[in-house]
């Protein structure tokens, strides 16, 4: 995997003195979804500020795509555009009169023709939701929308690494949950994304690398397994375990729970039951049936009857789109994130299930059922609802979202 941004023995201290970061190295791969974790003051702002070039060290480098940073500002932009930086706080990031000039700043900043900046503004709009808001003025939003105005700015520059400092801090859990698949679909089309938070459960159940700061510097890099795992290291860092890593570490102490890896979700929690697999199956219920639709190829008017005639127990929605196909439609979803794992855990206990899909998700949902039904032994019978028809012209154009460059 390439190695799309790095820093190189970085020292920084704030004008008064404070020292922030000491003799931090990292190397961020190309595609990943990194968390920095660490408790208040551990330097992940901070961090994250000399990823693209806001702040300076006083000494080491920072290197995107192996190259130096250099702060003139010529350089600064155009390392901007690759790697878009949003702040915790979404009013530090909101100062014009509407949406729409809020939105375009970034690419008329960046010279983007007149015609350019209208369709990515468009486009970054509808991707995030928010498809006529765009004479709104962006103080009148609440906090959820404002987060999504904020992303929609730094989309509307394509770039390829996004850093989002405490993204769901202060949003509700269905907001923070939707903004968190969002940044899953973005990660889907290619895009590195780098978050900070003091959320363990988050960090854990999203991050595919986990970088555990304290004092400035680096405790401790690795998969959430990894790093999570090492509760006397989650403790030193001031933090507490995932909610998932407790309840297990809880079971292995009793002697309920085969040790052998932390789980990663509440399905792999049950599977880890003394027993193996077959705890989580409801004794003597039939397996429920797990329908899968590509909302993508959905009619919108064939939406009611297709949840009529499925009936199932319960209705999930992965993506952007399959999620507004789901508002438009009026139909009622009971999951909205972790949506595979939830749907298995029902179809094992006789309960069937919808999941409407998007953005190519169809394989992701395939393959996570084939593979849990070959590691379990359980058979979770899947049935693909896709038409294969033309559906009417989506809300989005599939080229935005993931494609590195749009001419
Ligand atoms: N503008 C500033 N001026 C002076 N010191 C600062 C400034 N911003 C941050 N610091 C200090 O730098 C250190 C690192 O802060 P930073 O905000 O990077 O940590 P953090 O891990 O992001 O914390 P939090 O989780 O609370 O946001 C802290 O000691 C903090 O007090």
């Not at 995107?64 to 155009?78: A, H, I, P």
């Not at 509760?231 to 860092?237: C, F, W």
């Not at 190519?360 to 949902?365: A, E, F, W």
Request: aromatic fraction near 6%; charge should be negative.
């Amino acid at each position: 995997m390439a190695t799309i941004l790095e820093t190189r023995g970085i020292e920084y201290a704030y004008a008064d003195g404070t020292r922030a970061l000491s003799n931090v190295s990292l190397t961020i791969g190309e595609g990943r979804k990194i968390a920095l974790v660490g408790p208040n003051g551990a330097g992940k702002s901070t961090l994250m500020l000399m990823f693209n070039g806001i702040l300076r060290p006083d000494a080491g480098e920072v290197l995107f795509r192996n190259e130096r940073l250099d702060y003139d500002s010529r350089s600064l932009r155009k390392v901007r555009q690759r790697v878009g930086m949003v702040f915790q706080n979404s009013d530090d990031q909101l100062f014009a009169p509407t949406v729409y000039q809020d939105v375009a700043f970034g690419p008329v900043n960046l010279r983007f023709p007149p015609e350019k900046v209208k369709r990515y503004v468009g486009y970054a709009l509808q991707y995030v939701g928010l498809s006529g808001y765009e004479r709104r003025p962006p103080h009148h939003l609440s906090g959820g929308e404002k987060k999504r105005a904020a992303i929609a700015g730094i989309l509307a520059m394509e770039p390829e690494v996004m850093i989002l400092d405490e993204p769901t801090s202060n949003l509700d859990p269905a907001t923070s949950e939707e903004i968190m698949e969002m940044l899953d679909e973005l990660n889907l089309g290619g895009k590195t994304l780098i978050i900070s938070t003091h959320d363990v459960d988050l960090a854990y159940r999203w991050a595919d690398e986990v970088v555990l700061m304290k004092d400035g510097g680096l405790l401790r890099r690795g998969s959430a397994e990894e790093v999570f795992g090492d509760l006397e290291l989650v403790r030193d860092a001031r933090l507490k375990p995932p909610m998932v890593v407790d309840l297990y570490q809880e079971l292995v102490n009793r002697g309920l729970a085969e040790g052998k890896k932390p789980p990663k979700s509440i399905l792999e929690l049950c599977d880890s039951l003394e027993g193996g697999e077959r705890r989580c199956a409801v004794q003597g219920a039939k397996r429920g049936t797990i329908y899968v639709c590509d909302a993508d190829e959905l009619l919108l008017e064939n939406a009611d009857e297709l949840v009529g005639k499925v009936d199932a127990d319960y209705t999930g929605a992965m993506g952007t789109r399959a999620k507004l196909m789901a508002e438009e439609a009026k139909i009622r979803v009971d999951f909205t994130y972790g949506v595979i794992d939830k749907c298995i855990l029902k179809a094992l206990a006789g309960k069937s299930c919808l999941v409407l899909t998007s953005q190519g998700m169809m394989g992701q949902v395939q393959k996570r059922i084939e593979a849990y039904s070959q590691q379990s032994g359980e058979e979770i019978n899947s049935v693909d609802l896709s038409s294969g028809s033309n559906g009417r012209s989506l809300p989005i154009d599939r080229d935005f979202v993931g494609t590195k460059s749009l001419k």
